[in-house]
């Protein structure tokens, strides 16, 4: 079993930056990819940023050139740095670990932009 615990959400204005931070424990084998979601009220969970074994990221289109996902393989981290925040970013946003194929959740961090 791989726990997730994210933390660094919080409120900010419009323009602003904030980093999430997502710590793995637990029983981890070997993570092939480490992904931050997002859940806006009323919306379907989606995918905001990954990055996989090899180092290689992907990102939303919403997102590019504003957010940067990161890890730190030696702690088990990742990471999600924000900047140039929009209200439509506000959401709930989720850690998510691929761990030899099975996936596991964070509780979620709670963002929210105003405008």
């Known amino acids: 079993q791989v726990q997730l615990v994210e933390s660094g959400g919080g409120l900010v204005q419009a323009g602003g930056s904030l980093r999430l931070s997502c710590a793995a424990s637990?029983?981890?084998?070997?993570?092939?990819?480490m992904r931050w979601y997002r859940q806006a009220p009323g919306n379907q969970r989606e995918l905001v940023a990954a990055?996989?074994?090899?180092?290689?990221?992907n990102y939303a289109n919403s997102v590019k050139g504003r957010f940067t996902i990161s890890r730190d393989r030696a702690r088990n981290m990742v990471y999600l740095q924000m900047n140039s925040l929009r209200p439509e970013d506000t959401a709930v946003y989720y850690c998510?670990?691929?761990?030899?194929?099975?996936?596991?959740w964070g509780q979620g961090t709670q963002v929210t932009v105003s405008s």
């Open positions: 990055i996989i074994r090899g180092g290689s990221t």
């Open positions: 998510n670990v691929d761990d030899v194929g099975f996936d596991y």
């Open positions: 637990g029983t981890i084998f070997s993570i092939n990819a």
